[in-house]
């Protein structure tokens, strides 16, 4: 039986779809007239960042970094990002902020490179969750302290390729 039996979508396919076309609008109208750094964190973002970068009509650049951040130990680099963003306007991309040390982390590594602006969308927010004070600054939603699979968020590798949020019991 397949995990998804059973299982009641948070957002369907389709409001995914409606809340990344706002996120696109927002983007597109802050960044009028600019160039566009997106970075991914892997590997939760990808699905996300996929639909996104080709909703903002904006010349950009897609860059990836891989960051581990298991739990009570520092964050490690896996992959680090390969574009040059030095003067360049970088948003982070991510599917999912929770307690947030990994874009906490991703934040200051970027930082350390001197962007002209870092912004950071993130889908889904758990705010309640939150160790470190960080913030994104576009959301497509606020949801509670539950876990979630799908859209490229899983639970050991289950789930990614979901096309709807679901609610998964831990
Ligand atoms: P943080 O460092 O605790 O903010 O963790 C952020 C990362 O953990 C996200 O980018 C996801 O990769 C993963 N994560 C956090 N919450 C969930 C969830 O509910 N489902 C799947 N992955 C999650
Ligand atoms: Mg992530």
Redesign the pocket.
Known sequence: MSLKAGMVPIYTAEDIDKMVSTLAKEIEKDYEGKEIVLIC?L???VTFAADLCRKIKLPQIVDFIWVT?PKGES?QVIKDISVNIQNRHVIIV????????????IKSRILASHPASLKVVSL?D?PS???LP?KPDYVGATIED????GYG???EEI?RNYRDIFN?AQ
């Open positions: 964190p590997k939760g973002s951040s964050c991510e599917e999912i902020i929770d307690a947030g040390r990994t874009l906490s982390f889904l758990k969750r939150r160790e960080v539950r876990f979630v699979i968020m899983d639970s789930g998964f």
